[in-house]
């Protein structure tokens, strides 16, 4: 296991959780307002796909079948 695979896919879960709950945080809100001119109201489903993007990744990166 690879630990930074682990911490990619905790920052995705993070991230998927925020934008499922639209979440007030303030780093979350940082990205929402980033992002809001260009996806509208659909940028906390954007958010959703680009955390569970980030979860496939780190899961990838943890079991080494990426980045060897």
Sequence with gaps: ??????VTAA???LLF???TTQSE??????????N???WGE???RFHQFSGLA???FG??????IVGR
């Design 1 to 6: 296991m690879n630990i930074w695979g682990l």
């Design 11 to 13: 920052v995705g879960l």
């Design 54 to 56: 980030v979860i496939t």
């Design 36 to 38: 809001k001119s260009v």
């Design 25 to 34: 945080f303030v780093v979350y809100r940082l990205l929402v307002a980033r």
């Design 17 to 19: 959780c925020w934008a």
């Design 59 to 64: 899961v990838l990166l943890a079991l080494r």
């Design 42 to 44: 659909n940028v906390h």
